[in-house]
């Protein structure tokens, strides 16, 4: 077990590292030279002493150990936008992204593992056939195409949830308000992540599950006359938990920028909508760190997926 | 073995449907010489004018006929797709079977690669290259291919592996052929259906990368893309103008990763089920 860790640890620390890396010598391949390039533009006008600060800022990190030793230290810059660390910012938009998108997540993988169950256990019905022909055609259509629908149907069309944003300017004081703001807030994105994730999860489970309908230790379990709901789930889904997490990892990257879509659309105050924010105006600190920020975060999600999947499948250790 | 193949597709709805639409699209993009009437680029109308005899889909803000707009940038992103899968394909199949064929150390250092790089998010990756660089579409597809190799190059490997292992691929050996021979005339030939869902998978996750990142303003601004409509046309239709042009980006970009997504399904159903969902 402890080779697998190992080996599965060293290939996540050289994939973080190579990737920081990248981001270290990307400035440096800026054609001429960097403060002049990014504030050429009309956008901006700097002042002589804001140009010197500038300069000294990106003549440090000529040392690849000592940028590192500064990214360890959560010292990733400040953002030009903003004036404000990078780190600050990230952790400020933090708690929405992972409110959207552990949310969506949850109740992706929730529904369509029962969905998915449930059809497998009516297989050959009519009910099973049509959510199969319905889910596979959803599966081809993307969240930008999802989310413009959702949003001219429900915001601009019926008026019933608002356009974008994470909370209204003025959100009543009482928790309530406040609470029911937010959800008013959530729903549309966090509808459109779910119907784009929901299909997938759906078809695996229901396809693992009808593997695993067909073993020998099932008719065991029917046998010993359990009720069925607990045949189906005890004993059977379990099995389809393996595949869904195998599957969760493959798709992390995708997730990530469907969330990244997704929040752009609603204009949803998390890490995609800064994102997007930073590269339009250029605020290449910013753009580094979120994306440096997001990459770490997938590996380490990776790693601890791939040590999960170990205790969930001991066979693979 | 190939008038069996057209008969399994052939009888598998979901094939027919995703052929029909990709047939219906490929069409569209042959016409489009024909079809646009005037130059995208040309800013030559009225902006934001509704939709008429002249302008069918209207005029953007920049003053640009949608409608030349709509097809020059499917094409773009269609052609965009095909190359990155094109170009993603020949370097999975290049090191899936000489990674089987040579193995040792060669194949360790290339699957190690290959671990590494499955590891890496391709996306942002792209979003950090293209926040500094600006890079061309080229340059774009050319990282995306090498960051998308691995997954169609272990599968292909896993599969030539097994195949090596039978009698005729024996034989073949013990009466002296070539490497180069077996690869070419056997292992290649055989992992054909392999290629077209490994395909099938990189023209999709190409064709949706490219539109997620033109939609957010990452692309080469001047290239028309439909991504790039739907972020141009969003904000005004937040003023309740044009919904005539936010739409019909958005229902082509459907359409064509529709398509391709069936065509993925219906091949990996019937040339490997054990395949399915892993992309």
């Known amino acids: ?317 | 073995m190939h008038l069996n193949l057209y008969r399994r597709l052939r009888g598998d709805p979901w094939f027919v449907l995703g052929a029909g639409l990709a047939l219906a699209l490929g069409l569209l993009l042959l016409a489009s010489p024909w079809l646009i009437r005037h130059d995208p680029y040309a800013m030559d109308f009225v902006p934001l004018s509704a939709p008429s005899a002249q302008h069918w889909l209207g005029v953007n803000d920049g003053g640009m006929d949608i409608w030349a707009e709509l097809l020059t940038g499917f094409g773009n992103t269609l052609i965009f797709g095909l190359f990155t899968g094109l170009l993603g394909l020949g370097l999975g199949v290049a090191v899936g079977l000489s990674c089987a064929w040579f193995r040792g150390l060669y194949d360790l250092c290339l699957m190690r690669l290959a671990d590494l790089l499955l590891a890496i998010p391709a996306v942002l990756v792209l979003i950090l290259l293209a926040a500094y660089l600006r890079p061309s579409a080229w340059l774009l597809a050319l990282v995306l291919a090498l960051m998308a190799w691995p997954t169609s190059a272990r599968v292909i490997r896993a599969q030539a592996l097994t195949l090596q292992e039978r009698s005729h691929l024996l034989a073949a050996r013990q009466m002296g052929g070539s490497s180069f021979y077996l690869l070419g005339r056997h292992l290649l030939p055989e992992l054909f259906p392999l290629y077209l869902i490994g395909f099938a998978a990189l023209v999709r996750m190409a064709v949706f990368m490219e539109a997620s990142l033109s939609f957010l303003g990452l692309f080469d601004p001047g290239r028309k893309s439909l991504g790039m409509m739907v972020g141009r046309a969003l904000p005004y239709y937040y003023l309740e103008i044009g919904w005539y042009w936010l739409l019909p980006p958005v229902l082509l970009l459907t359409m064509l990763l529709l398509s391709i997504t069936l065509l993925a399904v219906s091949l990996e159903k019937i040339f490997d089920p054990r395949l399915k969902e892993h992309w």
């Open chain 1, 1 to 317: 077990m402890m080779s697998v860790l190992w080996r599965r640890g060293v290939v996540y620390l050289l994939a973080a590292l190579a990737i920081v890396y990248v981001g270290y010598r990307l400035p440096g391949l800026l054609p001429g030279d960097y403060v002049t390039t990014v504030y050429g533009g009309a956008e901006v006008v700097l002042t002589a002493d804001q140009e010197q600060l500038l300069r000294a800022r990106y003549a440090a990190a000529d040392n690849f150990f000592s940028y590192l030793q500064n990214l360890l230290l959560l010292d990733w810059g400040e953002s030009w936008a903003h004036k404000t660390p990078v780190f600050t910012l990230i952790m400020a938009a933090l708690p929405w992204t992972l409110l959207l998108m552990g949310g969506a997540h949850l109740l992706a993988t929730a529904l369509g593992m029962i969905a998915g169950v449930e059809a497998a256990w009516r297989r050959g019905g009519r009910l099973e056939k049509a959510g199969v022909g319905s889910m596979t055609l959803l599966q081809g259509v993307p969240e930008l195409a999802l989310g413009v629908v959702l949003l001219l149907v429900f915001s601009y069309q019926l008026g019933w949830l608002p356009a974008g944003g994470g909370l209204s300017a003025y959100a009543e004081a009482g928790t309530g308000g406040l609470l029911l703001d937010l959800l008013r807030h959530l729903l549309l994105p966090l509808a459109t992540l779910v119907l784009a994730w929901f299909p997938g999860n759906f078809l695996l489970a229901r396809a693992s599950m009808v593997l695993v309908l067909r073993q020998p230790f099932l008719v065991t379990a029917r046998a010993k006359g359990l009720p069925p709901w607990r045949v189906r789930y005890r004993h059977a889904a379990r099995n389809v938990l393996l595949p869904l997490v195998t599957r969760f990892g493959l798709r992390l990257a995708f997730m990530v920028t469907g969330a990244l879509v997704v929040e752009t659309l609603f204009a949803y105050p998390g890490l995609g909508t800064l994102l997007y924010q930073a590269i339009s105006l250029r605020d290449l600190p910013l753009v580094q760190g979120i994306v440096l920020a997001a990459i770490l975060a997938l590996l380490a999600v990776n790693l601890g997926l791939e040590l999960l999947y170990g205790r969930l499948d001991p066979r693979t250790w």
